[in-house]
């Protein structure tokens, strides 16, 4: 419902769900607030578009307090109307309410994820507890949930259509999650605890960002043993941008650390920098994240305490596919064994290769990703830096575009400069039309360099989404990256798994343009299955359609040669055991921190003790630690629900053999229509299971993953 997708706009990724709106201060000038522009209407070209040329930080606070003000005023006019609850006046109005605030957040969120700035982060701090509050006021007002309630329990006799019935479970399942069935004290006792958890939130994700900025490694010309030229060049000018020109600059973010221990001949700077990104807020400063994370842990426990539910996890799941932990932890250790035993395979191989080459070594974690490209090449005759030749990021692109005008009939046109305001001179926009009728289905943005300010990863939002209630107007949807930026006249070439990354959120964006839902709520998504359409649109990078049409070399334009394509398949399953076991150690660490009694949970000591008892490889290190595990820490979108990936995997291996075994392959217009009909276009209108087995004809299985793994299926216990 609108206040989920509020939750999304402000980047908690929580449930930070509180009581009253007391503590919302009042704004001094009403005229003046009613004209502050984050407050106001969009205008412009596509049914109005995000006023980002006018955003800025000293007119967010006012802006958020005013909104806050206006939705509660629209809830409050919901639950004075003396008729009796039905659909049409109260949860279609429920669904209209609150978009003058929706769009603030809008800002809001690119101010938290893409321009962060101090100042901001002080606003951040202030604003965390009045937004608890704010949404409070929604969830556990009595009179509300009492209309919403009736309706629930007269429609389980007499069920409403489709779109509505489903609409309705959701908006009740969600407030009966956060306590609106409590009584008035437990109410108030889980309002305070989210209160609390929202600021924690903030101050979790305020640390990263610190030690992201803060820690940074210098290198002079002779400390560039190995590094590729274009690494050597954005590292040039990275440094800089940082006031220190002749030096270069190793950031303490993935997109930097990951080449740079991929190639980097120096190993004492290997460990260096291995150190500083793995130890971020974990450095024993005020930055330092792990007393936040007791408290985070304790307070969830305490949370669900109230509502009866034995751990934070056991609450987490029930409306997700996987349903219960046991069910998660169960498909994890399913393939945690096989990726243990490719893992002791890649450290022999590495082991072997270093003593060959006369170096006198034990292979640590900072020397997993250098050796392993040397097996790569010895292996496979593969260079990764050969691959990048082929990748360059405006090509990339345009196999993005292939791919949606294939399976989805779209096709994007570059928006002029200064048509539609973009919040920073890196942001480009595309218009995306239907290619058969030029309808406008929406703007796609792209924001795709690393930047101080701007948090790690990829991820991809939305401004404006779809649904037939509030005007179908054109989605706006957004890609975030964190290339790094090139060297003034050089090209942006990626490595081969940044450019999946980028064809992966490039699936999120599709989900929301193809989305056609009746109702806002219907927009909505299910944590363990919204990763599977991206991780499904991953496969088209490795198509020949898309090899023979974008993966060209940067100088020369030729097509990059089929040899070295066969290699690239070939070695596709290279590097599973690693890959597979730093991701499953946080997921699995994950649910053991929401399984387990957070009063038995010593922080300092859990992780290490509890990866000991899994028989965790020295030579890997879970793929975010515990200090900086932002997916679950910063809020609660993966909290408790980190093996989602792993989910939406087995489904994705699935789809991806009918695919395979299709007709026309991966270009089959029979199953590409299916595959928008029940899994892109439903959102959350289909139970995902029933949609998926609209789509495949029965449920996934996971021998698929595990051959995609390059694992023995028979090692399935």
Known sequence: MKKSKIKQRIGIFCLAITTGCANIPETNNQNIDMKNPMLSDWTGPYQGVSAFDEMNVEIIKPAIRKGIKLHLAEIDKITENPEAANFENTIIPLEEAGNDLERVFVYYGIFSSNISTPEFRKVQKELAPEISDYQSAINQNEKLFLRIKKMYDKSQQNPLPDAEQRTLNLIYEEFAMQG????????????????????????????????????????????????????????????????????????????????FLTYSTERKLREQVWRKYYSRGDNNDEFDNKEIISKILKLRDKRVALLGYENYAEWRLQNRMAKTPENAMDLMLKVWPAALARVKEEVQDMQRLAEQEGDNIKIEPWDYRFYAEKVRKQRYDLDGEEIKQYLELTNLTQALFFAAEELFNYEFKAVEENTVPVFHKDVKVWEVRDKSSQKVIGLWYLDPYARQGKRSGAWATTYRGYNKLTGEKPVLASNNSNFIAPAPEEPVLVSWDDATTFFHEFG?????????????????????????????????????????????????????????????????????????????????????????????????????????????????????????????????????????????????????????????????????????????????????????KKFRGREAKIDALMRDRGFPVDSIK
């Open 508 to 692: 999120h964006a599709l989900h929301f343009l193809s989305a056609n839902v009746e109702y806002p709520t219907l927009n909505g998504g299910v944590r363990d299955y919204t990763e599977f359409q991206s991780q499904l649109l991953e496969r088209w990078l490795s198509t020949d359609k898309i090899i023979d049409k974008f993966l060209r070399h940067h100088e020369t334009n030729e097509v990059i040669p089929q040899s070295l394509v066969e290699k690239i398949r070939k070695a596709s399953t290279f590097n599973q055991g690693f890959a597979t076991t730093e991701f499953l150690a946080s997921a699995i660490m994950d649910m053991k921190y929401h399984t387990t009694d957070p009063e038995k949970i010593d922080i300092e000591n859990f992780e290490r003790e509890t990866l000991k008892e899994l028989n965790m490889p020295e030579e890997i290190v879970m793929r975010h630690r515990t200090p900086h595990f932002s997916h679950i820490f910063s809020g609660e979108g993966y909290a408790a629900g980190y093996y989602g990936y792993l989910w939406a995997d087995v489904l994705t291996a699935d789809a991806a053999e009918a695919f395979a075994n299709a007709p026309q392959g991966y270009y089959d217009k029979e199953l590409a229509h299916k595959l928008v009909k029940y899994l892109f276009a439903p959102r959350n209108a289909m139970d995902p299971a029933e949609a998926y």
């Open 180 to 259: 609106a069935n409590l009584n008035k004290a437990d109410k108030e006792r889980y309002a305070q605890i989210n209160k609390e958890l929202s600021a924690l939130y903030t101050q979790f994700s305020s640390n990263i960002l610190a030690d992201e900025e803060n820690y940074v490694t210098y290198l002079d010309e002779d400390q560039l043993g190995g590094l590729p030229d274009s690494f050597k060049k954005s590292a040039a000018k990275a440094a800089l941008d940082r006031g220190n020109e002749g030096k270069y600059a190793i950031t303490n973010t993935r997109s930097s650390m990951d080449p």
